[in-house]
């Protein structure tokens, strides 16, 4: 089993719990957490906002953003939850950067449930008729990438006492 992470990356599609499980996986933890909307420029934003998925020529900046954080984490040895899409490989290895430090969640969910919990989403601006382009970006992860798959059928304390026991991690006393 690799060691126990400092930096764990939530990814998934839009709309598959990635700030919900985040939030609650960092609490639970008691470690700080990152939102990767926040790393967004205004331009990325907008453009999702006015219903055009981002290129990689967009993602690659927002990317960079979220891998000095993790860096920082990891330097720091500050421990950390931080959430990204992350659908293709090029932006996971980009994201770790080979440290063992670092673990990858995959929120797994089919494409109906998570259309369903974006219909009752208000106020994010990922528009939901682009869930079929993250579906189509998302490159499944291979077994050398060491990603652990989270279902998200249960209740979100379901998801994270599952990647808690996956990544043999403790909860911070309450």
């Known amino acids: 089993m690799p060691p126990k992470p400092t930096v764990i990356l939530v990814a998934?599609?839009?709309?598959?719990?990635?700030?919900?499980?985040?939030?609650?996986?960092?609490?639970?933890?008691g470690w700080e957490y990152a939102e990767a909307d926040a790393f967004h420029s205004e331009a990325n934003v907008a453009k999702m906002r006015a219903g055009?998925?981002?290129?990689?020529?967009?993602?690659v900046p927002w990317l960079?953003?979220?891998?000095?954080?993790?860096?920082?984490?990891?330097?720091?040895?500050?421990p950390g939850v931080v959430t990204c899409s992350a659908l293709k490989?090029?932006?996971?290895?980009?994201?770790?950067?080979g440290h063992a430090g670092v673990r990858l969640v995959l929120l797994d969910g089919d494409r109906d449930?998570?259309?369903?919990?974006m219909s009752s989403r208000k106020?994010?601006?990922?528009k939901p008729d682009l869930l079929d382009s993250q579906f189509a970006d998302l490159e499944p992860p291979g077994p050398?990438?060491?990603?652990?798959?989270?279902p998200i059928t249960?209740?979100?304390e379901e998801t994270v006492t599952h990647i808690l026991k996956a990544l043999a991690l403790t909860p911070a006393p309450r």
């Open 12 to 29: 998934g599609v839009s709309g598959s719990g990635k700030t919900t499980i985040g939030t609650l996986l960092a609490e639970r933890l």
């Open 52 to 59: 055009h998925p981002l290129t990689d020529d967009d993602r």
């Open 64 to 78: 960079r953003s979220i891998a000095a954080w993790i860096a920082d984490r990891l330097a720091t040895g500050r």
């Open 89 to 97: 490989r090029h932006y996971r290895d980009m994201l770790t950067g």
């Open 113 to 117: 449930t998570i259309a369903a919990r």
């Open 123 to 126: 106020g994010h601006f990922f």
């Open 144 to 150: 050398d990438e060491n990603i652990v798959t989270a």
């Open 154 to 156: 249960g209740t979100p």
